[in-house]
């Protein structure tokens, strides 16, 4: 999953110090998050910036697909 959590602020004008403060959640977390420093994110987390932001969770993550899916997808297969 990639974090696109940091765009969309950006493009709603909230800074990760207003977020930090709607959330309870520590600044640090949310700047490595953001920063994709960190894969540690729990859906509580998750729960409570998209409560705050009033948005849903592909607002904040969007799906990435790896260049060799379809290498993948053959090793599901059998």
């Known amino acids: 999953m990639k974090v696109v959590l940091r765009e969309y602020l950006r493009e709603r004008d909230i800074s990760l110090l207003k977020l930090c403060r709607m959330t309870g959640l520590c600044y640090q977390t949310i700047s490595l998050w953001t920063l994709g420093k960190t894969k540690t994110l729990t ?29 993948i997808k053959r090793e599901f297969r059998g």
């Open 43 to 71: 859906l509580e987390m998750i729960d409570k910036i998209c409560y705050a932001l009033g948005c849903g969770i592909n607002d904040v993550l969007q799906p990435e697909i790896p260049t060799d899916a379809h290498k």
